[in-house]
């Protein structure tokens, strides 16, 4: 072995000479790292994990079998083109698939956007109460997160468009939003796109969509369709009940598209994640299940929890906000706690800037009714 080879010693290796070690790019350590739901509770006889608004319905069957399918050629690569799945999502929403990317979740997507269009000395809006991927991967591409307030907790068109300086190039929408349930009209969208100049990105976040029941809202298909500056990105994870494959997709006018392909992975999404979501998408009875499912608890967990003299942030998504006071003992980390002892795992949303609620997925019946008896039990005490 020559000197050239010879392993560096223990002590050139010390983790204690900061300056002599790999740092982040700026910024880097400045991100405050994505904090998922909880999966454990604390006690209780059954756990109700209510924590990231996925269904309670399962997977569809479909794509199960398709996923099992897969188990005898795990040793080949997948298709780095997603080709079938973009065919079958384009099928499913009469979409043109060379518009279409898909990715390792929606997350995935939002990332390499901010990738593809930001970097240092830009600026990307989100609101007040967005999904907290947005900062991360607005940082991560060494641009700034400018956050512009909320109107009852819904995106106000009005101040993103005030918050528009000559650096941004982004504004990220969740809608509806998470964690707060609220959503915009299309012709609110539609406002903030004719607001924005050319040069910005405007990302429609509707990993919530098929929840919605609303005729004044659309995802974001038809803008995409119908301007150079919009992209709408959707997710498995919800409703069609894949969280843990990891798989999103984005739908976007071709000159976007080309920009995200170039930067991507060359083999970002599973072969099990093709298989699975192509499937899955075209199980309509699954989604109309769990859209039935969802309007019929949607309602009944929101008025229990005014029955009880908890108020709820009006939710068009699978999940609800619920109001706690500010009162020592009653509080919402206090009645976290108390849920998560009795198997009862929701969400904490203080970093969201809601220390007062909680985010409760809509549950099975068995879990919905388990959290009601159980705050019942936590505010009488
Ligand atoms: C608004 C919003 N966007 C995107 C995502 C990410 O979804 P995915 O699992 O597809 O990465 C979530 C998940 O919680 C979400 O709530």
Redesign the pocket.
């Known amino acids: 072995m020559t000197t050239a080879e010879t392993p560096a010693s223990s002590a050139q290796c010390s983790t204690t000479r900061p300056a002599s070690r790999p740092i982040p790019r700026a910024g880097i350590l400045d991100i405050a790292a994505y904090v998922p739901g909880k999966h454990k509770s604390n006690g209780g006889a059954k756990t109700y994990k209510l924590s990231?608004?996925e269904t309670p319905l399962g997977s569809s069957p479909q794509a199960v079998a398709a996923y099992k399918a897969l188990a005898d050629s795990l040793e080949l690569y997948p298709d780095g083109s997603s080709t079938s799945l973009r065919a079958a999502i384009g099928k499913a929403h009469g979409l043109n698939p060379d518009h279409i990317i898909c990715g390792a979740?929606?997350?995935?997507i939002?990332s390499l956007l901010a990738y593809a269009y930001l970097g240092a000395g830009d600026e990307a809006i989100y609101t007040e109460h967005g999904?907290l991927?947005y900062p991360i991967a607005i940082r991560a591409a060494g641009a700034t997160p400018v956050v512009v307030p909320e109107k009852d907790l819904t995106t106000d068109i009005d101040a993103i468009l005030a918050a528009v300086t000559p650096r941004t190039k982004m504004v990220f929408i969740?809608n509806p939003?998470?964690p707060t349930g609220t959503y915009i009209p299309f012709d609110e969208v539609k406002r903030l796109q004719a607001g924005l100049p050319a040069n910005v990105l405007l990302v429609l976040?509707a990993?919530?969509a098929e929840y919605v029941r609303r005729n004044d809202y659309e995802a974001g298909i038809e803008l995409v369709a119908t301007c150079e500056n919009v992209v709408m990105?959707r997710?498995?994870?919800?409703i069609y009940g894949l969280?843990t494959l990891?798989?999103?997709w984005g739908y976007a006018p071709e000159h976007v598209i080309d920009a995200l392909n170039r930067i991507r992975g060359p083999f970002n999404v599973t072969g099990g994640a093709i298989a699975a979501g192509a499937a899955a998408v075209a199980d309509k009875a699954f989604v109309e299940a769990a859209v039935e499912h969802n309007e019929r608890w949607l309602p009944w967990v929101s008025a229990e929890m005014e029955k009880l003299g908890l108020s709820v942030t009006p939710s068009v998504g699978n999940f609800v906000l619920i109001h706690f006071p500010d009162v020592a003992g009653k509080t919402a980390a206090d009645a976290d706690a108390w849920l998560l002892d009795r198997g009862c795992v929701l969400r904490q949303v203080a970093n969201y800037g809601l220390p007062n609620a909680l985010r409760m997925t809509i549950g099975s019946e068995e879990a919905n009714r388990a959290v009601v008896a159980c705050l019942a039990e936590f505010l009488e005490a």
């Open positions: 990231s608004n979740g929606s997350d995935e939002l999904f991927v969740a939003n998470n976040d990993a919530y990105t997710t498995f994870s919800k969280a990891r798989l999103g």
